[in-house]
C-alpha cells in the first residue's frame, strides 16, 4: 500500500541533515508513540543526523515514556518536519512548524487538510503507529528498530486500538504487532505503567457511577463540571479520561463526556459509540475524528444538551432501524 510514497519519505529523510518529529496537541498513547518511536529508529539508523522531537503540550499519564527537546528556531530552516497523528494543521503541537523547509504527514485520521508537501494519510489503519510499524517492515534491512522503539510503536498501537478491540483492527495490524514484538518489546513493564492505577483513581470511579445520565434512547452521558474536577483533584486530562468508564452499558451505543475547560471556558467533548457513527455529530458541535471516537466543544449547558438530543435522536433511529445491537 502506497509503497512509492513511502519511499519518497524515506527519500527525503536520507536528503536532509535535519530532521524534526511533532505531533498533537494533547498527545496520546499513539501520538507519543508514533513520535518517540520514530524519533528513535532515526536517530539509531541515522547517527550524523540531527533529529528532534518537539512538543508544546504534555500528558501527565504518559510522562514515563520521556521528555522531549527543545530546537533551536535556526535548526528549521534546513529542517524536514515530520508531523505524525494529526489531522489538522490546528492540531500541530509546534508553534514553528511553518518555519520548516519542507512537511511530511503521516496521519490515520479521515483527510481534511493536506497540509504536508507529503502526505501519507491511510484512514482503514487502527492507529498511526500502525503505519509507523508498516514503515519498519518495509525497509526493514534499511532502518534500525530497537527494542526501545518497537515498544513506543506498539504502545501506540495497543492504545488507540483499546488493545485491539475497536474498529480498524485488521489482520494487517495483528502481523504489524506481531512484527514489533518480534524486535523486543517490553509488555510487562508496559502495560504496567498504562494500566496500573493510583488507588485515588477509583474514587473518581465511583463518581462517574454517581452521576452518568441515560436518555431515552440510551445515550450515557457524565458531566465532569469545575467543581467536581476541584473537588476530586483532576487535570483536565484526568478529568478528561471519564469517557472510558461509560464505554460498555448495554444498550449505550454511544457515550459522551463533556468536560469543564475553565482555562479555555468552554467545555470540551468527547465522544465514543459502537455499530453506529458519530462523527457527523462531532462535526456538527465544532469538532470531527473517526467514525467511532470523535472529540468536540461545545460553549454552553444548552449546547450540551442539544448535543445529547442530537445523539439520542441519532441512537433512537439507528434502534428503531437495526436489529441486534448490545
Ligand atoms: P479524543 O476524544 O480527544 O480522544 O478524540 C478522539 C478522536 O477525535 C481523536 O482521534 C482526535 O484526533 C479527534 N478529535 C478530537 N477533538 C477534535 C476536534 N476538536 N476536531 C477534530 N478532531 C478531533
Not at 518495509?138 to 483499546?162: E, N, W
Not at 460553549?299 to 441519532?314: Q, T, V
Amino acid at each position: 500500500m502506497n509503497e512509492q510514497l513511502k519511499l519518497e519519505i524515506l527519500e527525503k529523510i536520507e536528503a536532509y541533515d535535519t530532521v524534526i518529529i511533532s505531533r498533537h496537541i494533547r498527545p496520546d498513547g499513539d501520538a507519543v508513540g508514533s513520535t518517540m518511536g520514530f524519533a528513535n529508529i532515526l536517530r539509531d539508523t541515522y547517527p550524523e543526523k540531527k533529529v528532534f522531537l518537539t512538543d508544546e503540550d504534555f500528558s501527565d499519564y504518559l510522562a514515563f515514556c520521556g521528555g522531549e527537546d527543545v530546537v533551536p528556531e535556526e535548526a528549521y530552516k534546513d529542517a524536514l518536519l515530520i508531523v505524525i497523528d494529526t489531522g489538522t494543521r490546528a492540531r500541530i503541537s509546534n508553534k514553528n512548524y511553518t518555519l520548516a523547509k519542507e512537511i511530511i504527514k503521516i496521519d490515520h485520521h479521515i483527510e481534511a487538510d493536506p497540509y504536508g508537501n507529503l502526505n501519507w494519510v491511510e484512514d482503514f489503519r487502527s492507529s498511526a503507529c500502525e503505519m509507523i510499524a508498516d514503515f519498519c517492515v518495509t525497509f526493514k534491512h534499511r532502518l534500525k528498530v530497537s527494542p526501545k522503539a518497537a515498544t513506543y510503536i506498539y504502545m501506540g498501537m495497543v492504545t488507540d486500538s483499546g488493545r485491539f478491540r475497536f474498529e480498524g483492527v485488521t489482520g494487517e495490524t495483528m502481523r504489524l504487532a506481531g512484527a514489533m514484538l518480534e524486535y523486543g518489546v517490553d509488555y510487562e513493564t508496559l502495560f504496567a505503567h498504562l494500566y496500573v492505577e493510583d488507588f485515588s483513581s477509583f474514587k473518581l470511579k465511583s463518581y462517574v457511577y454517581d452521576h452518568i445520565r441515560i436518555s431515552e434512547n440510551g445515550v450515557a452521558s457524565i458531566y465532569m463540571d469545575a467543581e467536581a474536577q476541584e473537588k476530586l483533584g483532576l487535570t483536565l486530562e484526568a478529568a478528561s479520561s471519564v469517557v472510558s468508564e461509560l464505554s460498555d452499558i448495554r444498550g449505550s451505543l454511544i457515550w459522551v463526556a463533556f468536560i469543564d475547560n475553565t482555562k479555555k471556558g468552554n467545555i470540551r467533548v468527547r465522544l465514543r459509540s459502537r455499530f453506529l457513527g458519530i462523527n457527523d455529530l462531532a462535526i456538527k458541535y465544532h469538532g470531527g475524528g473517526h467514525n467511532m471516537a470523535a472529540g468536540a466543544t461545545v460553549y454552553s449547558k444548552e449546547e450540551m444538551e442539544s448535543l445529547i438530543r442530537d445523539a439520542d435522536a441519532l441512537l433512537g433511529e439507528y434502534k428503531r432501524t437495526h436489529g441486534g445491537w448490545l
